[in-house]
């Protein structure tokens, strides 16, 4: 068995990890300046017309989950935001292959998130909750997907669901979304920067107690034939792979790590000190490359991207002076 005291690779999963998240949210903030110029036209502050985004559409997780409650209906595909309910299966299909791969590389706000936990770890004041205490605050995410699942899929008949669908609510939700980043109410500030804080003393606090959307991918994630799995006959149980976890999962105690709190980020097979102990295998045989976790989710977003531009379920059916003129009657202010 080898020990090794430096590391092994040039790039670990901690700076693969660090690097993807980074080129996401730069996009995503490319993204925002080109929706902010759809507005600016919409609302009739510029002349320059700027075609809006389908991307921006990923930030509508609730309308996505509605247009696919239609689409499982009716065969028809959500004509007002069909780019949301595109990348929402193409992070589903993430999970179900890869972990929850869009948590672990891709979402903009587990990157703030993953930031503020380093901080949180450098300033020594991050705590991960004992188990009594941690199992049920992991619940309150799940109690989340469970609400907004039953409202879409028991609760609302068929025809609240399209009415919806194509209600001004919905159509203007981009740019209510917009504004809660561009012009946040006193109430969200409070709120943002109480979760902040409860990230920097307990570990992911949001991501791990709180986000509706990585709980369900959490449930896609348990079915994946992809994990970390350890040898424990290699294992000298020191103990680093679960203290690099952003999860806190106890690696050292799993031999396959199917929990639904992994995001597949492959901190702990970066963490353990002894080669080949901590792998990634499909289908609990094969050995894959830790990279390939990062590198197949972001290609399954590509290839939805790609056959939705190609096949017309990413741009809006909605002209864009309809959505002027919705912009212009419910958002006036933003
Ligand atoms: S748990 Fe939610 S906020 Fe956190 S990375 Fe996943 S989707 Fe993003
Ligand atoms: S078990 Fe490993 S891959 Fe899963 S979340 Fe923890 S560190 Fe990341
Ligand atoms: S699996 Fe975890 S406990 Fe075992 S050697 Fe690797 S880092 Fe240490």
Not at 81 to 105: D, E, N, Q, S, W
């Amino acid at each position: 068995m080898q020990i090794n005291e430096s590391p092994r690779e040039r790039l670990t999963p901690v700076q693969f990890r660090l690097l993807l998240q980074a080129a996401f949210t730069l996009f995503n903030i490319y993204v925002g300046i080109r929706f902010a110029a759809f507005l600016s036209w919409a609302l009739g502050k510029s002349e320059v017309f700027v075609a809006k985004p389908g991307a921006v559409e990923g930030f509508l997780p609730i309308s996505a989950l509605l247009g696919l409650r239609q689409w499982l209906s009716t065969a028809e595909w959500d004509p007002v935001h069909p780019a949301g309910l595109t990348i929402f299966l193409a992070i589903v299909t993430m999970a179900f292959l890869f972990r929850k791969g869009f948590c672990a590389y891709i979402c903009p706000v587990g990157f703030i998130s993953n930031l503020i936990d380093r901080a949180g770890r450098r300033l020594k004041l991050s705590r991960v909750p004992r188990p009594w205490a941690d199992y049920p605050l992991t619940g309150i995410k799940y109690l989340g997907v469970g609400f907004f699942s039953y409202t879409v899929f028991i609760s609302m008949d068929l025809r609240s669901v399209q009415s919806f669908l194509t209600g001004p609510y919905n159509m203007v939700a981009d740019a209510k979304m917009m504004a809660f980043f561009t012009d946040p109410s006193t109430t969200s500030l409070i709120v943002v920067t109480a979760i902040v804080l409860l990230s920097l003393v307990i570990r992911n606090a949001w991501c791990r107690y709180l986000c509706p959307y990585g709980a369900l991918l959490g449930l896609f994630s348990w079915l994946s034939p992809t994990a970390v799995t350890r040898d424990e006959e290699r294992c000298i149980g020191c103990g680093k792979c679960t203290k690099g976890c952003p999860g806190a999962i106890k690696v050292e105690e799993k031999k396959i790590v199917r929990s639904p709190e992994c995001i597949g980020c492959m901190e702990c097979v970066g963490h353990c000190p002894v080669d080949d102990c901590l792998t990634v295998k499909a289908a609990g045989r094969f050995r894959v490359h830790w990279l390939t976790v990062g590198i197949c989710s972001v290609a399954v977003l590509l290839l939805f991207w790609g056959w939705a531009k190609l096949t017309g379920h990413w741009d809006s059916e909605m002209p864009p002076f309809m959505f002027k003129r919705m912009y212009s009657m419910f958002l006036g202010a933003v």
